[in-house]
């Protein structure tokens, strides 16, 4: 949704007949939102409200705990390592970790965590390269707490082993 935010700034009020944007990231700012389109926002904020937030904010803590245990007993001996602060006060709502094969993991998520024998085979050469894995080989991942169980976290984990091990 194209809006004024995003529109040139030097031309910004000179109310010409078609929309010029901004170049780069700058011409996707948009202006206000439509009242239809902030008309569902009540429920989830409802929902916010219900729970609370430092009881969002509790167990979005428990659950990076959580899967920080299981990447410290599953998938650190496959070579992922945690970037994340480990102390509640540092940590937000996600963990990052640091995998040479980090592209494949991402792959592996945004497929609903599908092993095909093409990911496994990448993943295995990138393992067996001996190369280290540096700043690009990031990745994070975060479990909304109104909607994301404990087993969900473990899930995730266990899922990763299958994807990262033999």
């Known amino acids: 949704m194209p809006g004024w935010h995003g529109y040139v700034k030097d031309l910004q009020f000179r109310k ?3 929309f ?3 170049r780069g990231a700058g011409g996707w700012q948009h202006g206000s939102p439509l009242i239809l389109n902030i008309a569902p ?3 989830a904020l409802d929902m916010v409200r219900e729970a609370g937030i430092d009881a969002i904010r509790k167990k979005s803590l428990a ?3 959580y899967f920080m245990e299981l990447i410290d007993e599953k998938l650190a001996k496959l070579g992922v390592e945690i970037l994340t602060p480990r102390e509640d006060d540092r940590r937000g709502g996600h963990v ?3 995998h ?3 592209s494949e993991i991402t792959d592996f998520l945004d497929s609903g965590s599908r092993i095909t024998d093409e990911l496994k085979s990448a993943v295995r050469e990138k393992m067996a390269s001996g190369k ?3 700043k690009d080989d990031q990745v994070r991942i975060s479990f909304s ?3 994301f169980s404990f087993e969900d976290v473990y899930m995730t984990a266990q899922n990763l082993e299958q994807l990262l091990g033999d």
């Open 100 to 102: 040479v094969a980090a």
């Open 145 to 147: 707490p109104l909607y």
């Open 20 to 22: 010029e944007a901004e």
């Open 132 to 134: 280290p894995a540096g």
């Open 41 to 43: 926002l009540e429920g």
């Open 96 to 98: 990052t970790i640091l």
């Open 63 to 65: 659950m990076t705990g």
């Open 16 to 18: 010409l007949p078609h």
